[in-house]
């Protein structure tokens, strides 16, 4: 093997089962969902960490664990089937006032949207509280400022919120036939 060969291979992607591994390893260790460009930011130059994660999903399907994707990120979660037994462990639970369940279903249906129209939809003023539950539940957060005179904020949901109500995207949230 000549000088170039071994240098070459040095820097060659390591094997598609070495990547499936890293990609396990970087999805069991983040608390967060990982967007391919994050895993392929923290894998091997050449890595191809989208086949990684086909085949990853691919061998925990069916598992008690399962790669799922939540919005542009991927992470590993409890099967949806399994989701009971984790009910004990949880320390904390909180009710949502109405108010504030009202208003996470118009900012998730009407997203993005400002305060003055979610206001207008529900026909009562928006209670400051409310949103601030939302936001520190990290369900919702600000986004973009409307154009418009004044240039209100405006709200939309978070992959927090996709991620707590099993969610790839908002497009997923039922429609008005399920709902009846």
Known sequence: MSADETLQALFDAP????????????????PEPLTLRALAERMPQ???PAA???RLTARYAGRGVEVRRIGDAWALRTAPDLGFLMRREQVETRRLSRAAMETLAIIAYH???????????????????ALDVLIE??????????MTPGRPATFITTRGFLDHFGLESARDL??????R
Not at 15 to 30: D, K, N, T, Y
Not at 174 to 179: D, H, Q, S, W
């Open 46 to 48: 050449g890595a191809d």
């Open 15 to 30: 094997p598609g089962q070495e990547q499936e591994r890293m990609v396990e390893a970087l999805l069991f260790a983040s």
């Open 137 to 146: 539940l990290e369900w919702v957060r600000l986004g973009r400022r409307r």
């Open 174 to 179: 039922p429609g008005l036939r399920e709902l």
């Open 111 to 129: 997203q993005p949207v400002t305060r003055a129209e979610i206001e207008q939809i529900r026909g009562v003023a928006v209670s400051k509280g």
């Open 52 to 54: 990684a994660l086909e």
